[in-house]
């Protein structure tokens, strides 16, 4: 559901994103770029809203690939020395092994914040970036959840629960990011996924500004 949807582009075509982002428990970060950045860092963590301080560090919008390519390149050279191993919990497959560095985010985002400001670049705070993304891609989450609790239902009538799983994390991971952004996603589902993520609301939304975009609704 949090797919990004477009047509195909060239390696150097097309907006992308650099990107300084810290670990929530730990001093170690990430320099790395994309062009769907949400989908990137669902790559490293299914609950990247929780394992990332997206409050903290910065996204750089740059007009094509090969200026987000050549900001990381240069950051990563700046900070060689502070180079560390990627998390533990990210999958080797996915971790970007010279892309994690320790101690110094913040000299990293000043870096790339001077970037941005001399090449004219837009920036911001991912977590604001995040909001107005799935703000976005709010009309998507009604029939996409609808089809998830069905596959959750079937998996368990059906199957003895084998199969419910996946599609039970990547649903509740889907709509707790909402809620970490301050976007209350029950008013945009239907009566089944409401009933079936009830369970889960129990805390409360995050104090981050939400825009005007919250409902309200607790």
């Not at 998996?155 to 003895?160: K, L, R, S, T």
Request: aromatic share 10%; hydrophobic share 40%; charged share 25%.
């Amino acid at each position: 559901m949090m797919d990004s949807a477009g047509p195909p582009r060239t390696l150097a075509r097309g907006q992308a994103y650099l990107y300084v982002v810290g670990c929530r428990d730990d001093n170690v970060f990430k320099i790395g770029f994309s062009r769907d950045p949400l989908q990137r860092w669902r790559s490293l963590h299914p609950r990247f809203f929780e394992f990332f301080d997206l409050d903290g560090g910065v996204l750089v919008r740059t007009e094509r690939v090969t200026q987000a390519r050549r900001i990381e390149r240069e950051l990563h050279a700046a900070f060689r020395v502070h180079e560390a191993p990627a998390p533990i919990v990210v999958p080797p497959s996915a971790a970007g092994h010279t892309e994690w560095f320790r101690g110094v985010i913040d000299e990293a985002v000043t870096a790339a914040r001077m970037h941005a400001l001399e090449h004219g670049f837009a920036h911001e705070p991912p977590a604001s970036w995040l909001s107005s993304v799935l703000f976005e891609r709010q009309d998507r989450l009604f029939d996409w959840s609808a089809r998830m609790v069905e596959a959750i239902e079937y998996a368990e009538h059906n199957q003895g629960g084998i199969g419910a799983d996946v599609p039970a994390r990547e649903l509740r991971a889907a709509l707790d990011a909402y809620r970490s952004v301050g976007i209350d996603p029950r008013p945009l589902l239907p009566a089944t996924v409401v009933r079936w993520y009830a369970g889960f609301t129990e805390r409360p939304l995050s104090g981050m500004p939400d825009n005007g975009r919250s409902t309200g609704y607790r």
